[in-house]
């Protein structure tokens, strides 16, 4: 008999060789014992090398490792369904889990990280792990598997209300839904999270903001930044760039306006694409003051207007009535080597 087995008519020894830590549960027959960490907890203890768990002589303690190494070993042999649910059943110890957090970084197939997962959540030494989340949903992503991504979101949803638990994962979920473009469902994982009370990153608020962004919807990233400032998030340099051009672009001037200032006092340096959005907006809105003050604070940082950029203010001081500043514009443009085109005939008739 191996150094791995128990016979089920051995009992634990009482003499001095016994191992301390040691929990014992004899059911059918036969025991099999709890591996603990270093803090002798069945469910949390850090990962060592030893664990406290006693071969048929009672005194030879078995590996952290080989418990991962059986555990992978069924996994990998049994797959999924009723049979490995059995043969994890008949293992002759009790993992906890440290064990299976090690064996699903082992395991590369998404169907067989499920399946040891759904076995241990039934398991009474279960405790909500963030680890095992995240490397769920990596493996459902690699395969594309957006269904089963948001059925075992919700299932992390349960576990985060019945334990309190803050997962990071929550926002592994939200990138790989945004990056597919899985609106709705972006969208409704959002506010889960944000029921939860979980935290969302900076890059996450980003990522779903670009999303809405890019297909048309403005108002729904609009909706995104305001729970991002409610919730008292920091603001990158990619959230300046993201939604200056937007907030200017919709109308919505002053907001765009406070943020440009708040990006400069917080030493961000606005791109050509800022100011840009931001020297059309006020120009089409009649803030041609304000247009003509972004446009030179651009030039004095070093940048040189766009074409566009020119055509936009002549466009803008043309329809003010404005035709000698328009003029001192068109000079301008031409000096800095763009070739003017029909469109602005009539401001030399």
């Not at 649910?85 to 990280?113: C, G, R, W």
């Not at 030494?125 to 459902?140: K, R, S």
């Not at 939200?174 to 972006?186: C, H, P, Q």
């Amino acid at each position: 008999m191996g150094p791995n087995s128990i016979s089920p008519n051995v009992s634990p020894s009482k003499g001095p060789n016994l191992v301390s830590n040691v929990g014992h549960v004899r059911a059918n027959n036969f025991v099999r014992n709890y591996c603990a960490g270093k803090n002798g907890e069945a469910g949390s203890g850090e990962w060592t090398e030893d664990i406290e768990y006693l071969d048929e002589s009672g005194s030879k303690p078995i590996l952290n490792a080989s418990a991962v190494a059986k555990i992978v070993e069924v996994v990998k042999r049994w797959k999924w369904g009723p049979e490995l649910e059995t043969q994890l059943d008949k293992l002759q110890f009790v993992p906890n889990m440290t064990h299976v957090v090690q064996a699903l970084k082992i395991i590369n197939e998404s169907d067989a990280l499920l399946s040891l997962f759904k076995w241990a959540k039934r398991q009474t030494w279960y405790v909500p792990n963030d680890e095992c989340y995240v490397m769920l949903f990596d493996g459902l992503n690699q395969s594309r598997d957006f269904d089963g991504i948001q059925s075992l979101f919700d299932e992390m949803v349960c576990d985060s209300i019945k334990s309190a638990t803050q997962f990071s994962a929550y926002n592994r979920v939200l990138k790989y839904l945004a990056k597919a473009e899985k609106l709705e469902v972006s969208f409704c994982c959002f506010k889960k999270v944000q029921d939860s009370g979980c935290k969302i990153d900076t890059e996450t608020y980003n990522i779903l903001m670009m999303l809405f962004l890019n297909k048309g919807l403005p108002y729904k990233a609009f909706e995104i930044y305001e729970s991002m400032e409610a919730a008292h998030c920091s603001l990158d340099g990619s959230t300046y760039e993201l939604m200056i051009p937007s907030l200017a672009k919709s109308g919505r001037l002053d907001a765009a306006t406070k943020l440009f200032q708040e990006m400069k006092e917080r030493n961000f340096r606005p791109s050509l694409g800022v100011f840009s959005s931001l020297v059309d907006s006020m120009g089409k809105a009649g803030r041609l003051e304000t247009s003509m003050k972004i446009y030179m604070e651009m030039q004095g940082l070093g940048l040189r207007p766009s074409a566009i950029m020119y055509v936009s203010l002549i466009e803008s001081y043309t329809k003010a009535g404005k035709l000698d500043a328009a003029l001192r514009l068109w000079d301008q443009m031409k000096i800095a080597g763009f070739r003017p085109n029909f469109g602005f005939v009539y401001i030399n008739n």
